[in-house]
């Protein structure tokens, strides 16, 4: 199953991914761990898609392979979810703008989520986990 954690920057994809993932005990990516290894800091619109495939590479793999995969990824545009295919939707809607205006100004807040964590609680990921396991 292919779970994506998606917002803006700074609003907590990887906070809420590092607690998620023990609980589902998935495979993660983070995009910036890809982006360093792919040697590719490309945030030009076809960067952004060639980011959402190669996330969709890493997490087609894990998929196939029987595994739960988290990955948390900005996601900015519908196209960009498109292109990734998640199973799981986790919007973390937790802040109105990020740290980076060229990312704010395309951002698309997605129509259809699993998942819309509006504020932060001890239990947002406890939560969710429950959810997709006992969904599964």
């Not at 087609?60 to 979810?81: H, I, L, Q, S, W």
């Not at 951002?107 to 986990?129: C, G, L, R, Y």
Request: glycine residues 4%; aromatic residues 12%; hydrophobic residues 40%.
């Amino acid at each position: 199953m292919k779970i994506l954690v998606m917002g803006l920057p700074g609003s907590g994809k990887t906070y809420l991914t590092e607690r998620l993932v023990p609980l589902l005990e998935a495979a993660w990516y983070n995009a910036d761990k890809v982006r360093t290894m792919a040697n590719d800091w490309d945030f030009s619109e076809s960067g952004r898609l060639r980011q959402s495939m190669r996330m969709k590479t890493f997490a087609d793999f894990e998929k196939a392979n029987g595994r739960f995969v988290v990955c948390d990824f900005v996601c900015p545009t519908k196209e960009t979810r498109e292109n990734f295919e998640p199973d799981i939707v986790i919007w973390l809607d937790t802040i109105s703008s990020g740290r980076f205006e060229d990312t704010n100004k395309i951002f698309q807040k997605p129509e259809s989520v699993d998942f819309q964590v509006t504020e932060w609680n001890e239990t947002n990921h406890i939560e969710i986990a429950e959810k997709i396991l006992k969904n599964v």
